[in-house]
């Protein structure tokens, strides 16, 4: 029969969506599971065959969830604010809501296309005011809290208005800005402002100046993974290290629980790697180094004790401060202006301009060269008593610890290459146990030499004794010091969720919830404003009138009653922080998710998307839903319980080779002749499946290859070939519909599968889907006798109920271990060993039809409805497995004559060595091998061999 995969799978999509098959019930009479994907954002290039590979593995754990009878979550949306449409609506004019509007018609038609089982009624948009309301006011709930460290979690704010009030800063012990000091008269002293201002140190969305990504070009800052070698990943424009006001989220208050958190999630061990570096635990001390005052900016102002400059340094490494020789400070630290010279100010403020040119990022990643400015002040070293001049450099970044270190350059690497070229002093302070080495950079298996005070101490007794002699010294602290840095939450950008904020005062305020969603304004362009405000700036509607709770004109603002509202967005990963729970409760106007909804719903069970969101989106998930715990909106502690990192599915790339300073172009295999540049050309001109070049076509493709010479073998142009990964750059991608046209949508999910292990990364070859395409027909066959379905109810053999449950035993170990591609290697083989026993029988091709639907729905929707069923195979039961038909009643045994194997023979699977010895020796092929022969010894191993010595 004839397999139509266009018929069917149209017919079978079009059901699904007349009959919302995949809708999913909030009903609690059954066990749910969730099943999510990374959200994506909806490119204009739309996907190619690479994007779908996570997506179709999810779908199969979906569908083969609700087999074993779930109530299965599986929704998709996109996460639809982003750069890309802003930078398209600045070249050509047209509103991000419209280009954005087109892309997702796009993704949604092609991910209809490859038969996803989607909840479509809960699909969300970032961008979609009645999304981003909740967006809103979660950040408003952040602004309203802070965070306890007594209780360890977000508090709303009005328990901490109520500690001022009763004690002022007494016995507080808060995350925070600075430190502050005050009673609680001289809080009930304060006005409304300053009490605002002390607020805005502790609430868990604040503002403050920060140094940041900007970028000039783009006129936003950016975050660190939308940079790329110190330029933007969008347009490659310079990014530049400013300092500027922004508002933060207070993310470094749950750098503990975030780091404990992971020990209770089953993610790939490198991502939980990845976040507990980038949280970055370290335990040491903090100490003071007092500064020399004289010939330094301000010096003159300091004319007391209590006003002598100090540098406070964080080390992992106390012990080593009598080998501390020199200090080294952040280029950007705040001290550095008060600590340089005048004969240094120069070459100090042109290394500042230089690093300011250079990510964080790259100045972390550049370990091997260092470089720096002497300020010209020194400070003490508080155990030595020696003076040690003090220099900035890129290598310390303000952000970690207090922006500042104490250089102990035997036993630190990059603090050894900085000394080595300035000419500083190199005191070796730490013997090892073995020996002593100059670089004995980290060692801990070590004792002091160099001091008396910690002189025959191991690594931990120094320590302890040096943070207690500091804390006598009244000089510093034992204390824990965390890399992670509250996250910049300001976007100088027009594609974005507004923030809900308004200045009064120069103080800012929320709004209140009854005017969410605060919407995007229409403006004329999106660029910046000629006064260098975000394009917000230029809206004509975009101010508040606090008495009449609205947002009104721009021109009326007076600062009394109508008051200026925040200009910048939010970064693209706000929306994406919370988007697994609105899907619970995706279209409630009264709350972002109805707690008995979140209870039900609970944790993500099952979350795949690309291991780069490791640092970024997966660490604010994890943040904001420990928030909204600690406030009590959700219950769950972490929102993604197991998540898997799928591999990249790579392009096959095509070259030609063009001749130097020619329009020419010269055969892959003649280009070693020839002084040529390879040059990438869309894999869609070559003729067929081969590495021929349409030629004629290439001259067709872009004007300036119109005019092309071509240098052939053997009258042909043979492209080079290379596997890359598959981007639009390279011209290598592959449209999933083109596929889904030729080989079906199942064929494609099959064939994705089996390309290989799903973590991995693994080649695209077109040419591979004939095989799995070929598996498909073969399956559409066992139901048919030439074109009549033909199923027979008669009972089936035992050979044929073995083949079933062999592959079910099979594919439930495959599906729970996410080896989808052996899963499909079984299916081929299950298929063949049924064709080969002719096998048509309802009590095992029903089954059959189940245990594929997972993989290839469309097809076993089709067979399930012939089968006389009137209900979607997606509800069916999963077979049950029955070992009973795996035991073997025979075993194949091969007979070996002095070791070589001659022929098999069968025998009873319960047959003893004397049993089994009489009947091969009575067995005529035997006698006639062994002829005269006579047997030294007989060798039986049970279920295995065979084997007669002779």
């Known amino acids: 029969m004839f397999y139509d995969h266009q018929q069917i799978e149209k017919k079978w999509q079009k059901y699904w969506e007349d009959n919302q098959t995949y809708k999913t019930s909030d009903s609690n009479d059954k066990p749910k599971f969730y099943v999510l994907d990374m959200f994506p954002y909806p490119s204009g290039a739309g996907l190619h065959v690479g994007h779908p590979l996570g997506y179709i593995a999810s779908d199969i754990y979906a569908r083969y969830k609700r087999h074993q009878g779930f109530n299965v979550l599986h929704p998709v949306g996109y996460d639809s604010f982003g750069l890309p449409a802003e930078q398209y609506a600045i070249q050509t004019g047209t509103h991000p809501a419209i280009t954005t509007e087109q892309n997702i018609t796009r993704y949604e038609e092609q991910l209809r296309k490859i038969g996803f089982s989607f909840d479509w009624s809960r699909e969300v948009r970032t961008s979609d005011p009645s999304y981003y309301k909740w967006t809103q ?38 995350n925070q800005n600075e430190e502050l000091d005050f009673t609680s008269e001289e809080w009930k002293s304060y006005s409304d402002i300053k009490k605002e201002e002390i607020l805005l140190n502790y609430r868990l969305a604040y503002r403050a100046e920060t140094t940041v990504n900007w970028c000039p070009a783009l006129g936003t800052v950016l975050a660190n993974d939308e940079i790329k070698d110190g330029k933007s990943e969008r347009g490659g424009y310079p990014v530049y290290q400013k300092k500027m006001m922004q508002w933060s989220m207070r993310i470094s208050a749950y750098s503990e ?174 013997k090892n146990d073995n020996d002593v080495q100059e670089e004995a950079y980290d060692s801990k298996d070590s004792v002091c030499v160099n001091s008396d005070f910690l002189n025959g101490l191991n690594y931990n007794d120094a320590k302890a004794k040096i943070i207690a002699e500091i804390e006598n010294k009244g000089i510093g602290h034992g204390t824990t010091n965390y890399r992670q ?169 095509a070259f030609v080779y063009r001749i130097d300073g020619t329009n020419q172009y010269v055969s892959k295999n003649l280009a070693k002749d020839y002084k040529t540049q390879a040059i990438h050309v869309d894999v869609s001109l070559l003729k067929g ?150 096998c048509n029988k309802r009590a095992i091709l029903e089954p059959l039809a189940i245990i594929i639907s997972p993989y290839a729905p469309h097809i076993c929707e089709e067979v399930w409805n012939l089968l006389g069923h009137n209900d979607s195979v997606e509800f069916a039961a999963f077979p049950h497995l029955d070992e009973s038909y795996l035991v073997e009643d025979e075993i194949d045994y091969p007979v070996s004559f002095n070791g070589k194997m001659k022929f098999k023979i069968k025998l009873a699977a319960d047959l003893g060595k004397d049993e089994v010895e009489e009947t091969v020796m009575n067995n005529e092929e035997v006698k006639r091998i062994l002829g005269a022969n006579s047997v030294k010894k007989f060798i039986f191993v049970p279920k295995k061999i065979i084997n007669i010595v002779s």
């Open 137 to 174: 006011w979660i950040f408003i709930q952040l602004f309203h809290s802070w965070y306890n460290k007594g209780t360890d979690k977000a508090e709303s704010i009005e328990t901490l208005i109520q500690h001022f009030e009763e004690k002022g800063t007494e016995g507080l012990d808060a």
């Open 257 to 430: 629980r975030l780091l404990q958190g992971l020990k209770t999630l089953d993610w790939p061990q490198p991502l939980k790697d990845a976040q507990e570096y980038w949280i970055g635990k370290s335990q040491g001390a903090q100490v003071e180094f007092k500064v020399q005052s004289s010939n330094i900016q301000g010096s003159e102002t300091l004319n007391s004790e209590s006003e002598t400059l100090h540098i406070t340094v964080f080390t992992t490494r106390p012990d080593t401060i009598f080998g501390a020789t020199f200090m080294v400070l952040a280029p950007e630290n705040p001290l550095v202006q008060n600590l340089t010279t005048q004969e240094q100010k120069a070459e100090v403020d042109n290394y500042i301009e230089e690093t300011s040119k250079k990510t964080e990022r790259d100045r972390m990643a550049d370990v091997k060269n260092v470089s720096g400015a002497f300020t010209g002040s020194y400070a003490i070293n508080p155990f030595t008593g020696n003076k040690i001049p003090v220099y900035i450099s890129d290598y310390v970044l303000m952000g970690y610890g207090t922006g500042a270190v104490m250089a102990v350059p035997a036993h630190d690497e990059r603090d050894h290459r900085f000394a080595k070229k300035f000419g500083l002093e190199i005191i070796n302070v730490i």
């Open 485 to 653: 840095r509250d996250a910049i939450f300001s976007r100088q950008r027009y594609w974005g969720e507004p923030v809900p904020i308004y200045y009064k005062e120069g103080m800012p305020y929320t709004l209140p919830n009854s005017a969410l969603p605060l919407e995007l304004p229409e403006v004329e362009k999106y660029l910046p404003t000629e006064d260098g405000d975000p394009p917000l700036g230029n809206a004509k509607t975009f101010a508040w009138d606090e008495v009449n709770q609205k947002v009104v004109d721009t021109n009326l603002v007076d600062d009394k009653t109508v008051f200026p509202l925040e200009l910048s967005t939010m970064p693209g990963w706000a929306g994406s922080s919370w988007y697994f729970l609105r899907y619970m409760d995706p279209n409630d106007d009264e709350v972002f998710c109805k707690k008995e909804l979140s209870d039900y719903w609970g944790q993500v069970d099952l979350y795949i998307g690309g291991s780069e969101h490791a640092t970024g989106h997966l660490l604010y998930s994890r943040f904001w839903n420990m928030f909204l715990k600690d406030r009590g909106y959700i219950e769950q502690n972490e929102p993604f319980q197991k998540l898997i990192n799928q591999g990249m599915i790579l392009g096959m790339s």
């Open 689 to 838: 499946t081969t590495d021929e070049l349409d030629t004629e076509a290439f001259k067709a493709w872009r004007p300036d290859y119109a005019d092309a010479e071509f240098i052939l073998e053997d009258g042909k142009y043979i492209t080079g070939r290379e596997v890359e990964k598959m981007s639009k750059s390279k011209y290598n991608v592959v449209n999933p519909d083109d596929i889904c046209e030729e080989y079906g949508a199942d064929g494609l999910r099959l064939y994705e599968m089996f390309l290989g292990p799903l973590e991995q990364s693994k080649p695209w070859n077109t040419q591979g889907l004939s095989g799995v395409y070929g598996f498909l027909k073969k399956f559409w066959n066992l139901y048919f006798d030439g074109d009549q379905f033909s199923v027979s109810d008669e009972e089936p053999t035992k050979e044929e109920y073995k083949v079933l449950h062999a592959l079910i035993k099979k594919v439930v170990y495959d599906i729970e271990n996410f080896s989808f591609n052996t899963s499909v290697s079984s299916f081929m083989i299950a298929v063949n060993e049924l064709q080969k026993l002719k």
